[in-house]
């Protein structure tokens, strides 16, 4: 799958889910997403490190005269996973036995399989998505990070003086210049470093 450049992926959304983030960072191709359970695993996947690109319903399955289109198709460093999303009847037992055979990696997530927190620090992010970070606010937060090798998030907020701090801050966790832990929640004494 090969991942377009930003500007030119598709960012609307043809889910009628409410609560849902205006522009998701690593989609390519139309955003199809069919339970609200769905679209929180795709919260996960772009804020996945491991995860290069994703896209909905983009591979069919096929054994015999049956068809199967998991709901989330992603492309990570090392192989590509299909997942079905499993918010009411589970896919056809021969689905995972044929994604194996055609070299993907299967697997079939359920809502016990979202961790909460890191669910809403994604939900989080992704609300400022789209957001640009003026090259001067970039360079004076990298060269803080350069320099101390952390910050907090809170004296992270120093750096920002032409973009609003938080999404700013979010957008470049987003674009990957920096990250921080997405297991427990955002907040102020959250540490900041560079990203890799």
Known sequence: MRVPPASARVTTSASILDNSPPLFVRCVGP?????????????????????SAWSCRSVTLRRGCDTHKPDLVVERETDILV????????????????ARGEGYVYSAMSRGDVDPIRLRNARDLLRYSGTIVSLEDRIRLLSGLDEHGSLTVAECMNAFRETRPIAGLASLILERFVE?????LIGPETRVRRHG
């Open 83 to 98: 997942i079905d999303v499993i918010a009411r009847t589970p896919p056809p037992a021969w689905v995972s036995e044929v």
């Open 180 to 184: 921080v832990d997405l297991d427990t």
């Open 31 to 51: 955003v199809v997403l069919r339970s609200q359970l769905a679209r929180d695993i795709a919260c996960l996947l772009d804020v996945d490190n491991a995860v």
